[in-house]
């Protein structure tokens, strides 16, 4: 990140390490195992954070967002320190991705969601697409001759948006499954339905998107698909290595079409 200019990213994508304190993976073949344990504990993780999270902020366009994924375990500190850097009034949202997956019973409820915080760094300047799925749940919903849902009322019809009602800040997109075509055998790789959301988002086609803790590749995939412009990097040659054939697979099929 250090070598890069000023302003040179549009959208910044951040899965650092969760501070698990634990070995993580790998879910198949390969040795795409990483260390996720820091000296100090939760103050050691946040300070590793801190300096990556400055040079984000430096790194991003007027018009750029920062998506930072966390789960649980840190999630409220991390946010502390995003205040601090982009300044509060910079928060734009705080994602709730929520999922379902095999769990045994215990003393709480089953921890089955990540927490994504979003930041502009310039409020008001930042990209942003409204996004629609789903099903509007008004009663009586009616549809016009060409499609446009509406209801009637007493003042007369209510027409609503054809492609659905705008996505909320709770996004229900499922993890991968092991027999997933996704599935690189990274431990902590995220299903591209997931992060297509956020580069249709928040950036637009030409766009530079940049993923410093880039994993198996997915959000590189993703905007290479969308016709964005990409930055990867990892500490880990295995993982490298993996992002690199997905992003030239995903080139070729992009020419092709």
Same mark, same amino acid.
């Given at each position: 990140?250090?070598?890069?200019? &000023? ?35 939760? &103050? ?214």
């Amino acid at each position: 990140m250090q070598t890069l200019p &000023d302003a040179s990213c549009d959208l910044i994508y951040a899965d650092p390490p969760f501070n698990q304190n634990r070995r993580m993976g790998p879910t198949q073949k390969g040795d795409t195992s990483f260390d996720d344990r820091f000296v100090g504990g939760l &103050d050691g993780y946040v300070s590793f954070l801190r300096p990556r999270l400055c040079e984000m902020r430096r790194l991003l366009s007027e018009r750029g967002s920062l998506f930072v994924h966390l789960n649980w375990r840190a999630v409220h500190y991390v946010k502390i320190e995003l205040d601090r850097i982009f300044g509060v009034d910079n928060f734009l949202n705080e994602i709730i991705w929520g999922y379902r997956s095999g769990s045994r019973p215990g003393r709480w409820f089953s921890r089955k969601h990540d927490t994504i915080l979003v930041y502009a760094k310039s409020l008001g300047n930042h990209t942003f697409n409204v996004l629609r799925e789903g099903e509007y749940r008004t009663r009586d919903l009616k549809r016009s001759a060409d499609g446009v849902p509406y209801k009637e009322t007493r003042k007369g019809p209510i027409f609503f948006h054809p492609n659905g009602p705008a996505m909320t800040d709770v996004w229900n997109v499922p993890i991968l499954s092991t027999v997933s075509r996704e599935r690189t055998g990274y431990p902590t790789q995220k299903p591209e339905a997931l992060l297509r959301r956020i580069v249709l988002a928040c950036s637009n086609e030409g766009d530079t998107v940049a993923d410093f803790f880039c994993g198996s590749g997915t959000m590189l995939v993703v905007a290479q698909e969308l016709g964005r412009k990409w930055i990867g990097c990892d500490e880990s040659a295995e993982a490298v290595a993996i992002a690199s054939a997905r992003v030239t697979a995903a080139r070729e099929s992009r020419q092709r079409a």
